[in-house]
């Protein structure tokens, strides 16, 4: 079982950046496949980064050039950074975890965490 609990989430001006965190428990946390998901209100949840636990990334082509997803296995935290921020950005986000070999597409998850708010004002 992992449990992840997400932070950094908050208030920002549109063009401002916030980072966000994503710790895992579990010991085997590190070999994990990583990402994050948002939700904005009355839209389905829908992808935005991922990253292998060697480090290969995929993204979203809203936040391509903008976010940056990494981890630091020591931790086993996954972190996302935001830059550019739009108001189309403000959603819940949500970090999710998968075992390795479970899912061969990137953008399924076993694991959740609870969300963080980001709001982007304009």
């Known amino acids: 079982q992992v449990q992840l609990v997400e932070s950094g989430g908050g208030l920002v001006q549109a063009g401002g950046s916030l980072r966000l965190s994503c710790a895992a428990s579990?010991?085997?946390?590190?070999?994990?496949?990583m990402g994050w998901f948002r939700q904005a209100p009355g839209k389905e949840r829908e992808f935005v980064a991922a990253?292998?636990?060697?480090?290969?990334?995929y993204y979203a082509d809203s936040v391509k050039g903008r976010f940056t997803i990494s981890r630091d296995n020591a931790k086993n935290t996954v972190y996302l950074q935001m830059n550019s921020l739009r108001p189309e950005d403000t959603a819940v986000y949500y970090c999710?975890?998968?075992?390795?070999?479970?899912?061969?597409?990137?953008?399924?998850?076993?694991?959740w965490g609870q969300g963080t708010q980001v709001t982007v004002s304009s």
């Open positions: 579990g010991r085997t946390a590190s070999r994990f496949r």
């Open positions: 990253i292998s636990w060697i480090g290969v990334t």
């Open positions: 999710a975890a998968d075992p390795p070999g479970r899912h061969s597409n990137y953008e399924e998850y076993d694991y």
